[in-house]
Each structure stands twice: as C-alpha cells, then as structure tokens.
C-alpha cells in the first residue's frame, strides 16, 4: 500500500514537472523560437538580406579589403609592411564588441523573461564573439612580436583583452556541459553579462598607464591616421568583418534553433507513440 501511494505521489510530481516543461516550452520556445526560425528562413525581405545580401556583402567588402589593405595603402613609416594586421587586428576588435552588445541584451532580457529565444540569441552571438576575440588575440600577438620583439607583455590593454577571452571561453564550456536547465541557463546568462561589462574596461584600459610604459599604441588618440587611405582602408574592412559576424552569427542561431524543433519533434514522437 505504501509502495503504491508512493507511485502515485511520484507520477503527480512528474506530470507537473511535465506541465511546467511544457508551458515553458510554448512560451519561449514553441512560439518565439520557432517563428523566428520561420523567419531566417523564409521569404520576407528580412530573411533574403540575412541569406543573400549580407553574405554578398561580406565577400565583396573582404575582397576590397584585402586590395585596399595590400595594394592602396602606403606602408606605414615607424612599422612597415607589418602594421597592415592593423585593419584586421581592429575590425576583429569592433566585431567582438558588437557581437558582445548583443549578448548584454539578449542575456539581461533572459534573464528578466525567462525567454529561450533570448538565450539562443545570446548563446550565438557568444560563439561568434570568441571566434572575432581569437582572432584579435592571435593577430595582437604576431602584430607585437614584429613590431617589438615580443609575443605577450603583462599590461592592460592586453590583460583585459584575455580575461575577456576567458570569460568567452567560460560560457562556452557551461553551455558545452549543459542539458538546458533553466538554471545552466541563467548562469550562461551571468557570465554573459560579465563577459559585456569587460568591453568598456578593454576599450579605456589604455589610459590606466603612461604611453611610454607599454607598448599598444593608441593610434587615433596620437593622431595616427596622417594619411586618409589609413582610415579609408580601417572603415572598409571593419564593415565587411561586422557584416561577416553578423552573418556568422545568423548562421549559428539557425542551427541552435534547428537544433531545438528536431528535439521538439522527437518529444511530440515519442509522447505521441502508442504504448505498447
């Protein structure tokens, strides 16, 4: 008898986690979700730029990059050839930071909605934001030893630049290990938020010491950019980069939600699956 109420108690508990699952799930996944992966994918305006235009964009904008970085701007006098990582270097930078506004309000909006689209949002827009801050690190890195004999020194602009690193890194082994609880969730969501907050300390983390105690430049504090193919070539390929991000990052939410209406599917399969 005991044994039997116990099942009985057990079976109320699992039929309103159950519940509970499933009203979550139309609210922030059935609906939201879905129709914003019927989006990406469909027909309107909105969709086509997504899939044509920005993609076209990105080719043609890298494309001129490269003839505007390697064959139209003069080598630069203190420098050389090497400074020319210099528009990739910072393009990298701008995508990161975009990518990265985007997380601080996806996260935050989570996290006050408990919308899983949000999440995906921010969960996309982190993948792609490690892929730009790589990039920024490595071609910092090959930018340092040519210009100064140096792979890596202990100052801020560089220290903060790979916590921010690590912070990245951080959400994508806890989304990594997580089974999509709403609590693995909202802890993604907070180092998110972190990960954000670490932008403007990167972009001032130049100013905490003298200009003659480290080595990173602050070219367009110094009045760098003396001649206008300079700035002309940065605006070009920092374009081009952020409309790849952004098309990278479409990319990616695609397959998250792709990802979650195949799980919904086999769900609705197997509920609906006569038992035998």
């Known amino acids: 008898m005991l044994s039997l109420e116990c099942e009985e108690v057990l079976s109320e508990i699992n039929k309103a986690i159950l519940d509970e699952g499933l009203r979550a799930d139309e609210e922030g996944s059935s609906f939201f979700s879905h129709d914003l992966l019927d989006i990406l994918l469909g027909k309107s305006n909105f969709s086509l730029f997504f899939t044509w235009a920005l993609p076209a964009l990105s080719f043609l904008g890298i494309q001129v990059s490269l003839y505007m970085v390697f064959l139209y701007v003069p080598d630069e006098r203190v420098m050389g050839a090497v400074q020319r990582i210099f528009y990739f270097h910072v393009g990298s930078a701008f995508c990161t930071y975009a990518l990265l506004i985007s997380v601080f309000i996806s996260s ?26 790589s990039i920024l690190l490595g071609t910092g890195m090959i930018w340092g030893h040519s210009a100064w004999n140096t792979w890596w020194r202990w100052e801020p602009r560089l220290v903060s630049s790979l916590v921010l690193w690590l912070f990245l890194l951080a ?22 938020i972190v990960a954000s907050l670490m932008v403007p300390i990167v972009i001032f983390s130049v100013r905490m010491l003298d200009q003659s105690q480290q080595l990173h430049p602050q070219v367009a504090a110094n009045q760098g950019f003396t001649d206008p193919r300079y700035l002309q070539a940065l605006l070009v390929a920092s374009l081009s980069l952020i409309c790849f991000s952004l098309w990278l990052c479409k990319l990616r939410l695609v397959q998250i939600l792709m990802d979650e209406r195949i799980e919904d599917i086999e769900i609705d399969y197997f509920r609906a699956k006569p038992k035998i």
């Open 171 to 192: 959400y994508l082994v806890v989304r990594g290990f997580s089974k999509g609880e709403v609590s693995e969730r909202g802890g993604a969501a907070v180092i998110g």
């Open 108 to 133: 935050v909006v989570y996290l006050s909605t408990k919308k899983i689209v949000w999440d995906q949002i921010a969960n996309s827009s982190v993948f792609v934001a490690f892929f730009f801050s």
